[in-house]
């Protein structure tokens, strides 16, 4: 099956600055690529995602990248702020699975 | 919209027990996604549901484990004789069409805590 594999398991920026986490997937059949982001204590929520027809999608400060040939992608948030730090996950969807990375803490240091 | 409720938010058996926590995805929506969160193993896939039918419970032990959908708006999912490694947070999520097409809206979650 499916194995989606979350690089970064801690990142520290600094207010401002960007953040870029990486992520690789081996399901060549893998066609959809979202990304949520869970707050302490709470659920997941949807942030941006990204499908295989494309290779770079922007939504306000969040740009998503997907490279099919080396089956990497990653979320590249810009102008980070503090309220931005939580755990990132990424996915693929494989089969009308969803098959989840480990997650990436973001701190935003003020 | 009061998004995909989960019941109970928190759940403490005793080893041995049963435990059964209720989802109620967002109206509407077709597929219903059973998801397992802990520290060492993350977010484990357990079961998937369109228009209330099971489609793969790949995920999901088999033998203490099982989920339903009887209707469109609830769906449960019922561990028998809880063991401790079944500690967890147990996520429900939904959405309009099935993983491939759409984002997945997800509950609170219920933390069960088996002693």
Request: net charge negative; charged share 30%; proline share 14%.
């Given at each position: 099956g499916e194995k989606v594999e979350q690089h970064e398991s801690t990142l520290s920026v600094r207010e401002g600055d960007s953040a870029v986490i990486n992520c690789t997937y081996t399901d060549?059949?893998?066609s959809y690529f979202p990304w949520y982001k869970q707050e302490a204590g709470k659920s997941l929520h949807f942030v941006i995602d990204i499908r295989s027809n494309v290779d770079r999608k922007q939504s306000q400060r969040l740009i998503v990248l997907l490279d099919k040939k080396a089956k990497r992608f990653s979320l590249h948030i810009t102008?980070?702020?503090?309220?931005?730090s939580a755990i990132y996950f990424c996915a693929a969807s494989s089969n009308n699975r969803i098959f989840f990375g480990d997650g990436t803490q973001l701190v935003v240091k003020p | 919209n009061a998004g995909v409720i989960q019941t109970p938010r928190h759940k403490v058996t005793g080893k041995g027990q049963e435990a059964t926590l209720w989802c109620e995805p967002i109206s509407g929506h077709s597929a219903v996604f059973w998801y397992r969160q802990t520290i060492v193993q993350g977010l484990e896939f357990l079961t998937y549901f369109r228009n209330q039918a099971p489609?793969?419970?790949?995920?999901?032990?088999?033998?203490?484990f099982s989920a339903q959908?009887?209707?469109?708006s609830h769906s449960t999912l019922k561990i028998q004789s809880?063991?401790?490694?079944?500690?967890a947070v147990y996520l429900c999520a939904s959405s309009l069409v099935g993983a491939n097409t759409g984002q997945l809206y997800f509950g609170e979650g219920s933390k069960l805590t088996v002693l």
């Open positions: 060549t059949a893998s102008a980070t702020q503090p309220e931005d | 489609i793969d419970d790949s995920g999901m032990p088999k033998e203490r959908m009887p209707n469109q809880t063991q401790p490694q079944d500690s």
